[in-house]
């Protein structure tokens, strides 16, 4: 795996990211053109996890409609501040979607499958998990 992060060169630092596969994304400490690189960190956990919940729930054949997940974080207040505590709020809406296969999707990702987590956790930050079950006709 691998990146080029390049200078923008402009009134403001910022980043242009391009990873080997091809993807570009601007990062931007003033938010004028991207997403700060902390924020690329939670969205990076958010989205492996999800992946991870997402697939596991498609295999045990459970009816999702949509799932979406809320990442929010806690820094530590002094530099570097590095992130102390991290929680995902999973949102996932279907059609009788057992609250019991959720629990052991995300649980799963969360020791199992999540390399960013895994990661995250072995750093020293606290990641908490819930979530919610939203029924939707079908």
Known sequence: MNARVSWLKNDVINFS????SGHEVIIDSAQTLGAKPMEFILMGLGGCASYDVVSILQKSRQAVADIHCEVSAKRADAIPAVFTDIHLHFVVSGTNVK????????????????SASKMLSDGGVNITHDYEIIEVAS
């Open 17 to 20: 990211a391009k990873s080997g």
């Open 99 to 114: 609250e019991s296969q959720v629990a052991k999707a995300i649980e799963l990702s969360a020791t199992k499958y999540c």
